[in-house]
């Protein structure tokens, strides 16, 4: 069966850093997307990284670029976030995510659509 099981997150102060992790398991990883999403209280889901396809650089919300780091490790089954010079504006669920298929196209790196599997999310607070 299907999970994706995420960890890692917790509350920090402004600038420090988590690392995020998601274990995929009953699900070969190696050949799809896979992307991190975050949400707030009375917002939807907004895309914060993604690796659509390992023949293109990883996509980065401008908030995050040069902060955070997305990674994978197929033989694991693990997808990745590093959270650096964390931001109270950082705080919300985070949640990973597996895409239906690969693309080139990074625009759907901000479509939960795209993105058929889910873990259950892991809550990042960013405080003082």
């Known amino acids: 069966q299907l999970q994706l099981v995420e960890s890692g997150g917790g509350l920090v102060q402004p600038g420090g850093s988590l690392n995020l992790s998601c274990v995929v398991s009953?699900?070969?990883?190696?050949?799809?997307?896979i992307g991190w999403f975050r949400q707030v209280p009375g917002s939807g889901r907004e895309g914060v990284s993604c690796?659509?396809?390992?023949?293109?650089?990883?996509w980065y919300a401008s908030s995050v670029k040069d902060r955070f780091t997305i990674g994978r490790d197929n033989r694991r089954s693990t997808i990745s976030l590093q959270m650096t010079s964390l931001k109270p504006e950082d705080t919300g669920v985070y949640y990973c995510?597996?895409?239906?298929?690969?693309?080139?196209?990074?625009?759907?790196?901000?479509?939960?659509?795209?993105?058929?599997?889910w873990g259950q999310g892991t809550q990042v607070n960013v405080s003082s």
């Open positions: 009953g699900f070969t990883l190696d050949y799809y997307g």
């Open positions: 690796i659509l396809d390992s023949s293109i650089e990883p």
């Open positions: 995510a597996i895409a239906s298929r690969t693309s080139t196209n990074t625009d759907l790196c901000n479509m939960p659509g795209w993105f058929g599997r």
